[in-house]
């Protein structure tokens, strides 16, 4: 009995034994400054891998902001980064040097845009500097809305909208135009924009159109239709 005992636990123990010990291989990956300082003593290949560690998350930088131009403005930083590889004195991390020039690149292009050359950008949104795709399709929206809505009007209030907001003409040559003197054009201005805003809101999903295309006068008379006009 002892030794059928003996027998079942020698068993036992050895249906429970562990599994040998399999070698483990440590892969080492090399931090940045090691790869730089190996790219700026001439090896090429260390200056491709570290680049292309980046290259997503620099990417993903621009085309959160100007999703049109993502491509040539991250292919700009690294070549900046490129050119300037020497000048990085490893004050900070290398990525952290990278998004500085990333950041440049950014400003450089926000400045080209015309008219935005002295911009704020602690004030200003790239909302208000660059039109992105859904921007751009909710401007062709507004428009199309705010064409409908003036094609509704009596000729002559279309007319005089058109005439005073897209083309600019005030009030004493509108007065020349249709024959009437300043002040009863002022008064037909104040009810043709009353009308346009009541036509507006018969459109389906309109809104009163925003900034960026030939509206922004005439949308923005319409946010208070009732002042007096200065034209």
């Not at 790219?39 to 290259?55: M, T, Y």
């Not at 900070?92 to 950008?121: C, G, M, W």
């Not at 009353?194 to 949308?219: K, V």
Request: glycine fraction near 4%; include cysteine.
């Amino acid at each position: 009995m002892a030794q059928s005992l003996v027998g079942k636990e020698t068993l036992r123990d050895r249906s429970v034994a562990p599994p040998p010990v399999q070698p483990c291989y440590i892969r080492l990956v090399e931090d940045d400054l090691t790869m730089l300082q190996r790219w700026r003593d001439g090896d090429r290949s260390a200056g491709e891998a570290l680049c292309a560690r980046h290259f997503d998350d620099v990417y993903r930088f621009f085309d959160h902001k100007i999703p049109g131009e993502a491509d040539d403005l991250t292919q700009q930083t690294f070549l900046a980064c490129i050119k300037a590889r020497d000048q990085f004195l490893g004050r900070s991390t290398f990525r952290t040097y990278l998004f500085s020039i990333a950041r440049n690149e950014l400003i450089t292009r926000l400045r080209r845009i015309p008219k935005f050359e002295h911009v704020d950008l602690e004030t200003s949104s790239l909302d208000e500097l660059v039109s992105s795709p859904s921007s751009e399709l909710r401007k062709h929206e507004e428009v199309a809305q705010m064409r409908a809505a003036l094609r509704q009007l009596p000729v002559e209030q279309q007319l005089l909208l058109e005439l005073h907001y897209w083309h600019d003409l005030d009030a004493a040559a509108l007065a020349e135009l249709f024959e009437a003197p300043p002040g009863t054009i002022r008064v037909k201005l104040l009810r043709a924009r009353r009308a346009l805003r009541e036509r507006l809101g018969t459109i389906p999903s309109s809104t009163p159109p925003t900034s960026g295309h030939p509206n922004d006068r005439l949308s923005s008379s319409l946010q208070d239709p009732d002042l007096v006009d200065d034209a």
